[in-house]
């Protein structure tokens, strides 16, 4: 008793102050950590970097010693190590504040070369390490200016009498309380920031996890082969099929949805005769079909690459209302993502017979995370932004007149069917290419009434037809190369395009908003003699 008592109490807080700050920044980095692969989070890199660095004697003395609590060992001797360390950075500033920054920065880049030698880790992994070393000298800025000066402690302690060690809350000093007020503070706040990351890394892993091991049940209805000779024979041409990790993504969230399948449900309400929820289960055990459609946004300017073509496996939206019964005069489905975007799509393009889906899977795996894991909309003919939510959780049967969706809000159409349009592909925009034969193609999309003939104009030149590829439905994107002779010089290209419903794709120039680009795609190259 006699010893501890002359541990002066600046000294304690010190240690505290140091200590504190180390939970704020391990608890910062661990929530930045979220959205970074998990070995960019500090306690994980240095585990996995001591577990590299350990001798294999010491490994196998671990692992005969403790088991499989050998890494919850490893994590516990990990945290008494940074403890002590954390105290004595705290001493250290006390003595001198630029020393304990140093040393503050100093471990800080200790954890950061973990991180970055970890096998496939980038720059931008560093980022958790920053964050918290930053959130860590911050706190300990605040708190070691508010560590009571030992002439203070003296005075309060022989004010409180001799026997007692720690003066109550009401004989101490201003700062004093202050110190402990934020420290209590600081390191609630580090607890919470710490738990909540390491809850949301885990529903993250969890979800992730979840998806791989997911097979989908085969379609009840197959989509039809795609024939031969849907792609152009022209190199720069974009594939028939766009991979999932090149298809293009469009969405309003910050950071992607994590939404758990086994928790997921599909609220189905309002003017409807039926309201229900849908599990995901319910969904799979559903007659899922198969369809190719293209799926486009309505900010793709004329000529963009805002536009991808996918195999979707998902369940008609027209059975789902099938059920719900829509009442008369409902003209509407607002559809709701779990992060709050919604889009307003006509009720009679959910019943007319296309293949509009509740959509589950993509090129033959299920959604990836970024395009609406675990279940989509998707409506051929309409653009995204009033037809294709992403981690769709609710659809509500409504009427136009009372209510509108997010994008309606912000300035854009409440209707809005895909425009027809077609863009060169091949050559490059400002390409040079040599004279002679030069290979053009690109694509040209009109979802829902198909793509008939595709034109290709040479400065002033006549308009010449182009060579179409083979239809896959009129729902996807249809490819045409064309064969130019080329003469040196510079020359503008040209292409527009027929539907089979309305003619010839419009040359009117319109911006994206409020409905979608039109005008027709041109681009200059440079033949070279
Ligand atoms: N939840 C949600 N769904 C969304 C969006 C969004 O911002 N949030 N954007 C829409 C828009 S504007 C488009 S073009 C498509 C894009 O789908 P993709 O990212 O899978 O290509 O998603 C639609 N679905
Ligand atoms: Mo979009």
Redesign the pocket.
């Given at each position: 008793m006699k010893k501890l008592k002359r541990i002066p109490l600046s000294v304690l807080t010190a240690a505290l102050a140091g200590l504190v700050s180390a939970g704020v920044l391990l608890g910062v980095a661990q929530l930045a950590g979220v959205w970074f692969r998990p070995a960019a989070s500090p306690l994980v890199a240095l585990g996995a970097a001591f577990i590299d660095f350990t001798p294999t004697w010491l490994k196998n003395f671990a692992v005969e010693t403790f088991g499989t609590a050998d890494k919850t060992v490893l994590f516990i001797a990990m945290g008494v190590v940074t403890a002590v360390l954390a105290c004595l950075v705290g001493l250290l500033a006390r003595r001198r504040w630029t020393w304990g920054a140093a040393a503050v920065i100093l471990l800080g880049a200790v954890v950061g070369t973990a991180v970055i030698t970890r096998a496939g880790a980038g720059v931008l992994d560093l980022i958790p390490t920053a964050a918290g070393t930053l959130a860590g000298l911050a706190s300990l800025r605040l708190l070691e200016r508010r560590i009571p000066e030992a002439g203070e402690i003296r005075t309060a302690t022989a004010a409180a009498g001799p026997d007692v060690t720690v003066a109550p809350a009401a004989s101490g000093t201003p700062t004093r309380r202050s110190f402990f007020a934020a420290a209590g503070l600081l390191a609630v706040t580090a607890a919470v920031v710490g738990a909540g990351g390491t809850a949301l890394a885990g529903l993250r892993n969890s979800v992730e996890d979840f998806r791989k091991a997911l097979r989908l049940p085969s379609p009840f209805r197959k989509a039809e082969p795609l024939p031969a000779g849907v792609h152009a024979p022209v190199d720069g041409v974009v594939p028939f099929v766009t991979p999932n990790a090149d298809?293009?993504?469009?969405?309003?969230?910050l950071a992607v949805p994590r939404v758990d399948p086994q928790t997921w449900q599909l609220r189905v309400h309002g003017m409807v005769e039926e309201e229900f929820t849908m599990s995901f289960q319910e969904l799979l055990d559903s007659e899922l079909l198969e369809s190719y459609v293209t799926?486009?946004?309505?900010?793709n300017p004329v000529g963009g690459d805002?536009a991808?073509n996918a195999k979707w496996l998902g369940y008609p939206l027209a059975k789902v209302l099938e059920r719900a019964r829509p009442l008369p005069g409902s003209d509407m489905v607002l559809s709701t993502?779990v992060?709050g975007?919604s889009?307003s799509t006509p009720l009679e393009v959910l019943r007319d017979g296309r293949d509009a889906l509740l959509a589950v899977g993509m090129n033959g795996e299920p959604l990836p995370l970024?395009?609406?894991f675990p279940v989509?909309m998707v409506v051929p003919g309409l653009?995204?932004?009033v037809s294709?939510?992403?981690?769709v959780v609710d659809l509500e049967v409504t009427r136009f007149q009372d209510k509108t969706a997010?994008?309606t809000d912000r300035g854009w159409s409440e209707r809005a069917p895909i425009k027809t349009a077609s863009r060169i592909e091949a050559p490059r925009p400002f390409a040079r290419v040599p004279a002679g034969k030069v290979a053009v193609g690109g694509t040209a999309w009109a979802q829902q009434r198909g793509i008939e003939r595709v034109e290709v104009q040479v400065d002033d030149g006549r308009w010449q037809e182009a060579e179409l590829a083979a239809e896959a439905t009129v729902d996807t994107w249809r490819q045409w190369s064309f064969s130019w002779q080329a003469e040196p010089g510079q020359h503008y290209l040209r292409v527009r395009s027929y539907d089979a419903v309305d003619g010839l794709q419009t040359d009117e120039r319109a911006d994206p908003i409020p409905n979608g680009a039109s005008g027709w795609h041109s681009i200059s190259v440079t033949v070279e003699p």
């Open positions: 298809f293009y993504r469009i969405d309003t969230a799926l486009t946004c309505v900010s805002l991808g993502s992060d975007f889009a970024d395009h609406g989509r653009y995204g932004f294709a939510t992403k981690w997010y994008w």
